[in-house]
């Protein structure tokens, strides 16, 4: 299987670690409350166990996938509980559970997307773009799993920095944020960090 | 001794079953396919959690479309099903999500994985019964044992018959 060093991996969680920040400080903006973010958690996993690492796959969530593209691919997946939706789109001015709320979020993505897409690019020096973010709820397993299974392609091992955002306000809101790059993503990250 | 029991199928993973009682269930079927074999005279019933179109078999021959029929067809031959008899019956192969890369004539992973499946499937002289592919809406797949029946379920809405071996086919 697929390993990569201590080292590697602790050069990719500050690179997550950086972008997530920024798209903390972006969501932050977005909805006038502070948001707290937690220290990206790597997991280096086979496809089939991947999705079963990031919560229960009969659960019922919102997801936002924002494509990475140029340089390098990768993908960005958020995700949000009904819980946290029923907090974070009275904040945006929407009902939670609508049509409406599913192009809120996406919206959440998109700002989300760009800034750690750009926050990337700047600290790698790649040239990288944030594809139009796409929602669905769903169950969890269906989401996740169509994320990784994107490619098409086997590998044997998938590479996922999911940290967990906390916007403060009382009741529980904390979407997850998940950085998947592509197998060669990866290798390209950490050329560019020297550290391959 | 037979025990009834519901059977997780995981991703890449496959089940056959012959006691009346069991359910093999696969749970949250995105782009993956639920590809379940039927021998209804002998009441035996397979499922396998296809994740990919080609590719393998590698350790978990469940995972690819090529290694998935001819694996789940020897196991229920070895279960005493018999090969002439089997039907099967799809679920899964949705497009959760369209990501720019399915563009320049190339289909998403779902319907590669549905493609593939009927592919294996075609070759081995199987026909599909029944089936409910395609869209973007993630499934459940329960195969009932002994009856037998496949029920699905969708996100948001209740489970509705898709084969019953009493009740002919739904669509």
Redesign the interface.
């Known amino acids: 299987m697929t390993t990569y060093s201590d080292l590697q991996i602790d050069a990719l969680r500050e690179l997550a670690n950086i972008g997530s920040g920024t798209a903390a400080t972006a969501l932050s903006g977005m909805l006038g409350a502070p948001v707290d973010i937690s220290v990206p958690n790597p997991l280096l996993l086979p496809?089939?166990e991947a999705?079963?690492a990031v919560g229960p796959?009969?659960s019922?969530v919102t997801?936002v996938?924002i494509?990475i593209?140029g340089d390098m691919e990768a993908t960005v997946l958020m995700l949000f509980t009904p819980e946290t939706s029923e907090v974070l789109c009275p904040m945006l001015g929407v009902e939670a559970h609508t049509e409406i709320a599913l192009s809120a979020m996406q919206e959440i993505g998109n700002v989300l997307g760009a800034s750690y897409t750009g926050a990337l690019g700047m600290m790698t020096g790649l040239e990288l773009e944030p594809?139009p973010p796409?929602a669905?709820?769903?169950?969890?397993?269906?989401?996740v799993?169509?994320?990784l299974?994107?490619?098409?392609?086997?590998r044997d091992a998938v590479l996922l920095l999911d940290s967990d955002l906390s916007v403060e306000g009382g009741a529980e809101c904390s979407p997850s944020f998940m950085f998947i790059p592509s197998a060669g993503g990866v290798d390209e990250l950490l050329t560019r960090l020297g550290m391959a | 001794m037979t025990t009834a029991a519901e059977v997780m199928v995981r991703m890449g993973e496959f089940a056959v079953s012959r006691s009346p009682g069991d359910v093999l269930v696969s749970i949250g079927l995105g782009s993956c396919i639920g590809l379940c074999l039927i021998d209804r005279r002998r009441q035996a019933v397979g499922l396998a959690h296809v994740m990919l179109p080609s590719g393998g078999p590698g350790d978990m021959p469940g995972k690819f479309a090529p290694s998935a029929v001819p694996t789940l067809v020897d196991a229920l031959q070895e279960l005493g099903a018999v090969r002439t008899s089997l039907e099967a019956v799809l679920v899964g192969g949705a497009q959760m999500f369209s990501f720019g890369n399915a563009g320049a004539g190339r289909l998403d992973v779902g319907a590669r994985n549905d493609e593939a499946t009927r592919a294996a499937l075609d070759a081995a002289r199987i026909p599909v019964i029944a089936d409910a592919t395609g869209g973007n809406t993630g499934r459940t797949v329960r195969v009932l044992a002994g009856e037998p029946r496949v029920v699905v379920k969708e996100a948001g809405a209740g489970e509705r018959e898709l084969f019953s071996a009493g009740g002919g086919r739904a669509a």
Do not use: R
């Open positions: 496809l089939n999705v079963e796959v009969d019922e997801g996938a494509g593209v594809v796409q669905a709820h769903d169950m969890l397993g269906a989401i799993a169509s994320v299974l994107a490619p098409g392609e086997d």
